[in-house]
């Protein structure tokens, strides 16, 4: 059985089919996860499959995005993207840079269209896992830090709605991955010591990043 197959999606912009390929359940087998969540796989990272991009006018999305366009999105789209799109097709098998073009496109699609920050700060935070994968360093923080921004904006106004306790270790965990120790001890101390929160897999996290700050601070060379 082949790892990938294919399904058929109506592009949310210029409504006409196209295909795109999806990883078959049994072949997502994790191999481990860093502490800000990303995965790794020991075959094929079914993260290059999340973005469905449209063949014909090129807008991309994943299945968090908008599930329907108003006219005024769709006339945004084509005349700030969807005028210079040159066909080309996403729909087979993807490498990691192929997979990086579709998460831009994606990316800059959300941002014409206004979508939430939850679905945007996601998008970053995926374009910095690629660059991780990649070894690229310093595109990796530059994408730690719009995803951390737009986590903030979540948080500062959607935080009600959503699983609190999660939201506020990763904020505290790419602090801590873009070296802001104070500010991710701050997060992080709000996950421990906040009683309303329940998440015992998170407040257990949040601690033991907290300690390794500590143990990290402890054996930092001091200044003469």
Not at 123 to 143: N, P, S, T, V
Not at 192 to 211: E, F, G, L, P, Y
């Amino acid at each position: 059985m082949e790892p990938l197959y294919q399904t058929v999606m109506t592009c949310v912009c210029c409504e006409k089919a196209f295909q795109t390929s999806r990883i078959r359940p049994s072949f997502k087998r994790v191999a481990g996860r860093d502490s800000d969540f990303c995965a790794h796989y020991h075959h094929i990272n079914p993260d290059y499959y999340v973005v469905r991009v449209c063949p014909a006018c090129g807008y991309a999305s994943t299945e968090n995005g908008l599930t329907a366009l108003t006219d005024a999105m769709r006339d945004k789209y084509v005349a700030e993207a969807g005028s210079q799109w040159i066909s080309r097709d996403y729909g087979g098998e993807r490498t990691v840079g192929q997979a990086m073009e579709c998460y831009k496109l994606a990316l800059n699609c959300a941002q014409i269209v206004s979508e939430k920050d939850r679905v945007i700060a996601g998008l970053l935070h995926h374009i910095a896992w690629l660059y991780r994968e990649m070894g690229d360093q310093q595109q990796e923080a530059k994408f730690l830090r719009f995803a951390l921004e737009r986590y903030i904006n979540v948080y500062e106004n959607e935080g009600s709605s959503i699983n609190n306790a999660k939201l506020m270790y990763l904020i505290g965990e790419l602090h801590r991955r873009l070296g802001e120790r104070g500010e991710a001890v701050r997060w992080f101390s709000r996950v421990v010591n906040d009683k309303k929160i329940v998440d015992t897999a998170m407040i257990q996290a949040s601690r033991a990043q907290w300690q390794l700050i500590r143990e990290q601070e402890s054996s930092a060379p001091t200044a003469n």
